[in-house]
């Protein structure tokens, strides 16, 4: 049987690991913690971001445990490309907390395009039928030997066409 060694956010499009078997599942999920997992999105976001590249440090609260603190949470990100109305960039969590790509994003003034819980729609003028994030990378050392494997996944149509649309 197939598992999943890590999620993505229901709307996002991309790359997921899954193991072949709970023991490889399990070691897997360990690589990802111990964050040997890089893991590359592409992510819209409103605006023009500056600078053209950056750590956001800023604690993230997990919305399921509200009496928790907030923990640690730090993404890169690198402009790609800029847009009338939004910035193409690629991003990296080094951490790994539930939304924290979106909750960022929306944290430095920047959210995503089309987010709709950590902003609000009607405050931009761009829409999109999903949270325009796509999990485009994933590098892991394999299980096996160590060595370094790499799969990725090209630009989805939705997010290609909206790129095509919106010069």
Known sequence: HLHPAHRLDRNTSGVILFAKGKNNQHKLMALFKERR?????IAFVHGHIHPAKGDIRVPIKDRYKPSAP???ALTRYRVVDHHKDFTVVDVQPVTGRTNQIRIHFSKVGHPLVGEDQYAFRKDFVLRFRRTALHAARLEWPLLSTGKMQVV???LPRD?????????
């Open 37 to 41: 997992v890089k893991k590359d999105y």
């Open 159 to 167: 997010m290609a066409e909206f790129l095509e649309n919106n010069p």
């Open 70 to 72: 907030a923990v640690d």
């Open 152 to 154: 990725a996944s090209p």
